[in-house]
């Protein structure tokens, strides 16, 4: 991979943070903290969110992506990726705007969990009532 001129874009989804980096011309390799995407991740969905900007765009093997993502589950960080992926792009290309809003990839996803009530179980369970 060439350390040439690279777009940078950050991307979160509940707490995870990605660091996107995208250099022109690679080979379409994406390297997530040091390791193949598809080694990083174990489920194809992941794959799938992780690669969804470059296929919108039509950009599949032009960039060699490399990432650092911390915080958060597996499925939040790959959604974190695809967030930073698609601002990366969005710097490298305007033009992709139209059709990265199209498919949802800009839009920060900010539903966080909720936090837990005193006196009940979880943020919203109470604990079960009994009459006698």
């Known amino acids: ?8 874009g950050i991307g979160r989804r509940k707490r995870a943070t ?5 250099y022109p ?3 379409g390799q ?8 598809n080694e990083y991740f174990g489920r194809q969905v992941d794959w799938q969110r992780v690669a969804a900007p470059f296929g919108v765009t039509q950009t599949e093997g032009y960039f ?5 993502v911390k915080g958060g589950g597996i ?11 698609s601002r990366a792009l969005l710097k490298y290309n305007p033009d ?3 059709a990265l809003r199209r498919a949802g990839y800009l839009t920060r996803d900010a539903r966080e969990k909720e936090r837990k009530k005193p006196g009940l179980k ?9 009459k006698r």
């Open 96 to 98: 992709f705007r139209k």
């Open 75 to 85: 499925t939040g960080q790959a959604e974190a990726i695809r967030m930073g992926a």
């Open 64 to 68: 060699d992506v490399t990432v650092v």
């Open 30 to 37: 994406i390297i997530v903290n040091g390791k193949p995407y």
């Open 122 to 130: 979880r943020a919203r369970k109470a604990p079960q009532y009994t």
């Open 1 to 8: 991979m060439t350390e040439t001129q690279y777009y940078e």
């Open 18 to 22: 990605a660091r996107v980096r995208i």
């Open 25 to 27: 011309g690679g080979s």
